[in-house]
């Protein structure tokens, strides 16, 4: 599976974007997306995660509210809406996925995919 992420750039502070993941490969095949992303000198966190069949979502509690996961099987891509950015949430932003099926507790866990996409930066600065 290979994942391509797009729609990172520079946005001021309040502003929203929308990253776009779309899959290849075995991409059919796919049970679970997720987004994650990482900030200088910080750990990659996890972000939200989508989960098919079925449809279930999932969130880190720092982004509910403010980002929105979402998917289009027909075109075997996963999106993330972000909205009220904030300087923190400046990052690079992956995308993720897995072949296996993920019980929710584990949708967070960064152990759970097994492929990732290259990144997009995401910048919050006025």
């Known amino acids: 599976v290979q994942l391509q992420a797009s729609g990172g750039g520079l946005v001021q502070p309040g502003g929203s974007l929308r990253l776009s993941c779309a899959a290849s490969g075995r991409a059919s095949r796919t049970h679970a997306m997720a987004w994650f992303r990482q900030a200088p000198g910080k750990e990659r966190e996890f972000l939200a995660a989508?989960?098919?069949?079925?449809?279930?979502?999932a969130y880190s509690d720092f982004v509910k509210g403010r980002f929105t996961i979402s998917r289009d099987n027909a075109k075997r891509s996963v999106y993330l809406q972000m909205t009220n950015l904030e300087s923190e949430d400046t990052a690079v932003y992956y995308c993720?996925?897995?072949?296996?099926?993920?019980?929710?507790?584990?949708?967070?866990?960064?152990?759970?995919?097994?492929?990732w996409g290259q990144g997009t930066q995401v910048t919050v600065s006025s």
């Open positions: 989508s989960r098919w069949p079925g449809g279930a979502t």
């Open positions: 993720a996925a897995s072949l296996d099926y993920v019980i929710i507790s584990q949708l967070s866990e960064r152990g759970s995919y097994d492929y």
